[in-house]
C-alpha cells in the first residue's frame, strides 16, 4: 500500500472533475501531478503540486485552481485539513483512522509491504564490477561492486526482471602484460630466482599461485617455448584463477552475478559481433570517414592527422565522433565495447546500466551515444560512475598493502571491519561523490556510526519484544504477543503521540522510497531513508525513557501497549526489509 500513490489517484480524481467542468480543459495532462510530504512537516502531511503544472493550461492562476481543487478534496472522507501555501501547493491533513488503518495494512503484508510493480518485468542489464583480471579487487572495485547489486536488488523488488553481469576484459595487452607477470612467478616456482618485478609488470604476491600452478601442471616444458607458444597458455591460466579469485572476493560481499561475459567471445568462435555493431551503424549511416581534432591536452607528436573510420557520436549529443578502427585496421577498444552492449541489445535488454569507476568519466557520454544510435532510441544506457574512496583509520590514510603490490585489496578491508559496515557505508553516500571510509569509524558503536544506528534501532525492536515476553511471564496481558502470530492486528487507536504518529507517516514513506531509488538508480535513497527511520524509532525510544508513559511496554496500560507493540513491529519489518535489499544483516541483538 503506497499512502502517496493512493492520494495522487484521489488529487488527479479531483483534477478531472474540476478542470473540465469549470475551467473547460476536456483532458487534463496529469503526468506531472505529484503527491509526496511536504518539505516541512508543520505544513501538513502530503502536498500536491497539481493546481502549479496545471493552472496555465487551465487558464487561470494557481492559487484560483488550488482553491477550487482545496474544496473537492476537502469532501474526502480520510482528510482532516486541507491548506494551500505559497503560490499554489495544496498541503493535507489525514484523520488518525487513516494512518491506523494504514498501519493495520503494512502489518498484514509484512516482508511484502513496499515491493511493487512498477518495473512490469522490464529487463534491465546491470552491469558492475567489471575488473581486468589482472588481480585482485580492490576497495574502488568494492564500492561499485555494492552500489551495482544495491542497485540490482532495488529494481528487482520493484517489478523488474534484473540481470547482474561482470564484463571480463580477457582479451586486449593488459592480459598479455598478466600473462608475462605470471611466466615470471612460473620461473621463480621452477626456483629461478627473478629479482625485483620489471616495471611495467604485475608486482604482487597474488600471482605466486598462478605460477606454482603452472610449474605443477606443465613442469619445465614452458622454458622451452617462445613467447608466442607459453603466452596463449599462460594468459588463460592466469586469468582463469584471476577471475576465481575476484568470485571469492566478491563472494566475501555476498555478491554474484547471473552472467560473467567474456570480451574475447564478440571475436571467437566463428563470430564478429563488433562487425555487425559497425554493420548496424552503417546502416544507420552511423558511420563516416573524417579527421579528429587532437585530443585536449597531449602533446601533437603523439597524435596522428588522418583519416579514420568514425562513428556520428556528436549526433548524441557526445564531445567528438569516435574512432572504430586503428591505424593497421584492427578495432579500438571504443568498438569492443559498442559490440557488447549490441549484443545485450540483442539479448533484448532495452534497459541497461553500467557502474563505472572513478577513471571511466570520460565514456559516458560515448557509451550511451552508441546505445542510442544502436538501438535507434529503443534502448537506454544509464552510466553510474563511481568516484574515489579515501581510505583513512582514526583519520590517517591507509598505507598501501602488500599482497597486492600496490593498493589495498577489498578482501583485506572485509576481514578487518565485516560485510555490513562496507555494504551499508559504501552505499551511504551518492555514488558520484568521494567517499572517506574511516576503519575507526565504521566499527565503533555509536550514533555517529551509521550502519551501527541503523542496526541498533532493529536490534532495539526486537529487545522490545524480549521485554513484553519477559512481561507476559509476570503476568502481564498482551492480546499482540498472541495475535501476532495469527496476523490479527490490534485497535490501534491509543497511538495517537505525536511522536508516534510521526513514526507510521516515516513508515508509509518506504513504498515512494523504494521505487524512487529504483527508477533513478540511487540506493543511497534508501540507506538515507533507513538512517531517519531509525533516528525517529531512537527518539520515540528516548522520550519514552523521559516520559514514562509513552513507553512501549506499559503493563498499566495494555490496549496503548499492543498498539505500539504493533508500531515497533511495522518498524522491525521496514528495517529488515531496507536492510535486505542493501544487503546488509538486520541483528536481533548488538554485542
Same mark, same amino acid.
Not at 503540486?49 to 485552481?65: D, E, Q, S, W, Y
Not at 550511451?368 to 560512475?385: I, Y
Not at 513484553?468 to 498472541?482: D, Q
Given at each position: ?21 469549470? =475551467? ?202 617462445? $613467447? ?142 552508441? +546505445? ?12 553510474? #560512475? ?37 555494504? =551499508? ?50 503476568? =502481564? ?5 498472541? $495475535? ?19 513514526? +507510521? ?31 525517529? =524509532? ?32 511495522? #518498524? ?20
Amino acid at each position: 500500500m503506497n499512502v502517496f500513490e493512493v492520494f495522487t489517484g484521489r488529487v488527479v480524481a479531483a483534477v478531472q472533475k474540476v478542470v473540465p467542468a469549470e =475551467f473547460g480543459v476536456a483532458a487534463p495532462d496529469v503526468s506531472r501531478v505529484v503527491v509526496e510530504p511536504p518539505r516541512d512537516a508543520a505544513h501538513g502531511e502530503l502536498s500536491t503540486n497539481a493546481a502549479m503544472v496545471l493552472a496555465k493550461a487551465a487558464g487561470t492562476n494557481p492559487r484560483a485552481l488550488a482553491n477550487r481543487l482545496a474544496a473537492v478534496l476537502g469532501d474526502d472522507p480520510d482528510v482532516a485539513k486541507v491548506e494551500i501555501a505559497g503560490p499554489g501547493f495544496i498541503n493535507l491533513t489525514l484523520k488518525p483512522a487513516y494512518w491506523h488503518g494504514f498501519l493495520a495494512n503494512l502489518l498484514r503484508l509484512g516482508t511484502d509491504y513496499g515491493r511493487s510493480q512498477v518495473g512490469r518485468g522490464a529487463k534491465v542489464n546491470v552491469e558492475y564490477v567489471s575488473a581486468n583480471p589482472t588481480g585482485p579487487l580492490h576497495v574502488g572495485h568494492g564500492r561499485g561492486a555494492v552500489v551495482g547489486d544495491a542497485m540490482a536488488s532495488l529494481l528487482a523488488a520493484t517489478g523488474h526482471e534484473v540481470t547482474r553481469e561482470y564484463y571480463v576484459n580477457d582479451a586486449g595487452g593488459q592480459v598479455d602484460v598478466l600473462a608475462r607477470s605470471a611466466f615470471l612467478r612460473y620461473r621463480e616456482a621452477l626456483g629461478e630466482t627473478i629479482g625485483a618485478i620489471p616495471a611495467g609488470l604485475y608486482p604482487g604476491d597474488y600471482l605466486v599461485p598462478v605460477g606454482e600452478a603452472l610449474a605443477r601442471v606443465h613442469g619445465p616444458t614452458l622454458l622451452g617455448l617462445g $613467447e608466442a607458444e607459453w603466452l596463449p597458455v599462460v594468459r588463460q591460466t592466469a586469468i582463469d584463477m584471476m577471475m576465481d579469485l575476484i568470485r571469492e572476493d566478491l563472494a566475501a560481499l555476498n555478491i554474484r552475478h547471473d552472467v560473467f561475459f567474456s570480451e574475447k567471445s564478440l571475436t571467437s568462435g566463428g563470430t564478429d559481433r563488433i562487425a555487425e555493431a559497425i554493420a548496424a551503424f552503417r546502416a544507420r549511416d552511423l558511420v563516416h570517414v573524417g579527421r579528429l581534432p587532437p585530443p585536449k591536452g597531449e602533446p601533437s607528436e603523439d597524435w596522428e592527422d588522418r583519416e579514420q573510420t568514425l562513428f556520428r557520436s556528436t549526433a548524441f549529443g557526445d564531445d567528438s565522433d569516435r574512432a572504430l578502427l586503428k591505424s593497421d585496421g584492427s578495432y579500438t577498444y571504443f568498438a569492443g565495447d559498442i559490440a557488447y552492449h549490441y549484443d545485450k541489445y540483442l539479448r533484448g535488454f532495452r534497459s541497461m546500466i553500467d557502474v563505472l569507476g572513478a577513471d571511466h568519466g570520460g565514456y559516458v557520454k560515448r557509451l550511451r551515444a552508441a +546505445v542510442t544510435g544502436m538501438s535507434g532510441g529503443e534502448a537506454t544506457l544509464d552510466v553510474k #560512475v563511481c568516484q574515489l574512496v579515501r581510505l583513512l583509520r582514526n583519520g590517517e590514510p591507509v598505507k598501501m598493502g602488500k599482497r597486492a603490490g600496490n593498493f589495498v585489496t577489498l578482501r583485506d578491508v572485509v576481514d578487518e571491519v565485516g560485510v555490513d559496515p562496507v555494504r =551499508f557505508m559504501m552505499v551511504y553516500r551518492t555514488s558520484d561523490a568521494p567517499l572517506d571510509f574511516d576503519f575507526a569509524r565504521v566499527t565503533e558503536q555509536s550514533k555517529d556510526n551509521a550502519v551501527f544506528y541503523v542496526q541498533y534501532a532493529h536490534a532495539r525492536t526486537a529487545s522490545v519484544f524480549r521485554q513484553a515476553k519477559a512481561a507476559v511471564l509476570e503476568g =502481564f496481558v498482551s492480546a499482540y504477543l498472541v $495475535e501476532r502470530e495469527m496476523a490479527v492486528v490490534p485497535d490501534l487507536s491509543p497511538l495517537a503521540d505525536p511522536g508516534e504518529m510521526a513514526l +507510521v507517516r516515516k513508515l508509509a514513506d518506504f513504498p515512494r522510497i523504494l521505487e524512487s531509488a529504483a527508477l533513478a538508480h540511487e540506493p543511497h535513497r534508501l540507506a538515507f531513508y533507513l538512517h531517519e527511520l531509525a533516528s525517529d =524509532f531512537h527518539s520515540q525510544w528516548n522520550r519514552g525513557t523521559e516520559t514514562p508513559q509513552l513507553r512501549f511496554i506499559n503493563q498499566a496500560d495494555p490496549l496503548s501497549t499492543d498498539a505500539r507493540l504493533a508500531l515497533v513491529d511495522a #518498524v522491525r519489518v521496514v528495517l529488515s526489509s531496507g536492510l535486505a535489499i542493501l544487503g546488509v544483516h538486520a541483528p536481533e541483538e548488538m554485542r
